[in-house]
Every structure is written in C-alpha cells, then in structure tokens.
Antibody, heavy 123, light 112 residues
Framework: EVQLVESGGGLVQPGGSLRLSCAAS????????MSWVRQAPGKGLEWVAN????????YYVDSVKGRFTISRDNAKNSLYLQMNSLRAEDTAVYYC????????????????WGQGTLVTVSS | QSALTQPRSVSGSPGQSVTISCTGT?????????VSWYQQHPGKAPKLMIY???KRPSGVPDRFSGSKSGNTASLTISGLQAEDEADYYC????????????FGGGTKLTVL
C-alpha cells in the first residue's frame, strides 16, 4: 500500500524557517518524481515544487523561488521542503504527492497524496 | 503562471449529469493532452479522478469522464450521487522549463 506521511509543520513567525518532511512507503520511491502542493485555508490547490527521481531537476512556482528548496533522500525514501523567509501568504496545508513526467508515466500525476501538514506563518 | 479558470460552483440533482469546465491557454490546457482532475472532500486529501484528459485510474467509476476542446477541458459526472458532492480541481501540464503544473481555482459541486 502506497503511503505518504508528512511532518514538520507548525507555527512560525514571518521571516522564519521550517523544514517539512515526507516519508514514503509502498512503492519504489527512487523511480518517481515527487511534488509539494499546498492549500491555503479555504482556498484552492497550488503546486509548489517538484523534483526528479535522482534530484537532478527541480522546479518551483514563482512565488517561492529563492525561498524554498525541495530535496530528497532516496536511501531514506524521504522528500523534504526547506522553507525560508516565510510570509503570511505561505500559510497552508502542505501535501506531499507522487508525481510523474506526463510524457513518460502511465498513471497520471499526483496519483497518491499524503494527509498534509499545516504551516501557519504568524506573529 | 496563472491559475486555470473554473466555475466557483455547480449543482445538480441525484441521477442528473453535470459538467465542470476548466479554461487555460495554449501554453497549458491547449498545448498538451495532460489535463487531470481531482476530487476533494472536506478535510481530506485530493483524489485523482481523471488524467491525460480522459483516462480513469483504476477504481474510479465510469460515471466520471473527461474531454478537451482547444483551451478548455471538461469533467462530466453522470448519474450524480450524494457522495459526489465535493470540490473538484483541474490541473494541466505547462511545459518543462518553468512551472510544470498549474491547478484550477476549484469548483464546489452541490448535489441537491
């Protein structure tokens, strides 16, 4: 059974930092792109960042470029999101999701999601 | 990258059909056959319902179908059931050199 379990959320002051983690199991983690998707309270989904299987390619939504860094450790089946210079508008539930290159995958993007971890940026 | 445009809400009675639209540009929806749809119940994680415009993952009822014309994709739910009441989000690939994925703003489906 595929499982994605996020952790690391919490309350942080504006300008602060937080590191989110996502523990993956039930599939060959190193074979998949992975993404972070967030959802502000009462708002829609927003794709944040993704990373290729070997970590050689990373992409970000414009609003987090230069502040957030996505990374992975295939030996630990884990995905990370380092968030720096946090702003109030970064307040959201952050989901870890299995991703894919649509030109190559057979199952569609974001076919599995974690339960999410809440990040609140407030003084 | 701007969010894809979806209606804020749609509604239908049990047994009826509803269609949710998702409008983008030639750089995303119109440029690739990689549109997906997600269902989200309150307090839950999203669930993939349609990918590659019209493909259904295993386990998704065939009451759910997808299509695309030009820059607009659509999700049709036929034979509406009470449990279909949820938020629905479209998502499109937007190329590999910028932000590859863009979501729609979401549509609240109410089953009357």
């Amino acid at each position: 059974e595929v499982q994605l379990v996020e952790s690391g959320g919490g309350l942080v002051q504006p300008g602060g930092s937080l590191r989110l983690s996502c523990a993956a199991s039930g599939f060959t983690f190193s074979s998949y792109w992975m993404s972070w998707v967030r959802q502000a309270p009462g708002k829609g989904l927003e794709w944040v960042a993704n990373i290729k299987q070997d970590g050689s390619e990373k992409y970000y939504v414009d609003s987090v470029k230069g502040r957030f860094t996505i990374s992975r450790d295939n030996a630990k089946n884990s995905l990370y999101l380092q968030m720096n210079s946090l702003r109030a508008e970064d307040t959201a539930v952050y989901y870890c999701a299995r991703d894919c290159d649509p030109r190559q995958c057979q199952t569609g993007p974001f076919d599995y999601w974690g339960q999410g971890t809440l990040v609140t940026v407030s003084s | 990258q701007s969010a894809l445009t979806q209606p804020r809400s749609v509604s239908g009675s049990p047994g009826q059909s509803v269609t949710i639209s998702c409008t983008g540009t030639s750089s995303d929806v119109g440029g690739y056959n990689y549109v997906s749809w997600y269902q989200q119940h309150p307090g839950k994680a999203p669930k993939l319902m349609i990918y590659d415009v019209s493909k259904r993952p295993s386990g998704v009822p065939d009451r759910f179908s997808g299509s695309k014309s030009g820059n607009t994709a659509s999700l049709t739910i036929s034979g509406l059931q009470a449990e279909d009441e949820a938020d629905y989000y479209c998502c499109s690939y937007a190329g590999s050199y910028h932000s590859p994925w863009v979501f729609g703003g979401g549509t609240k489906l109410t089953v009357l």
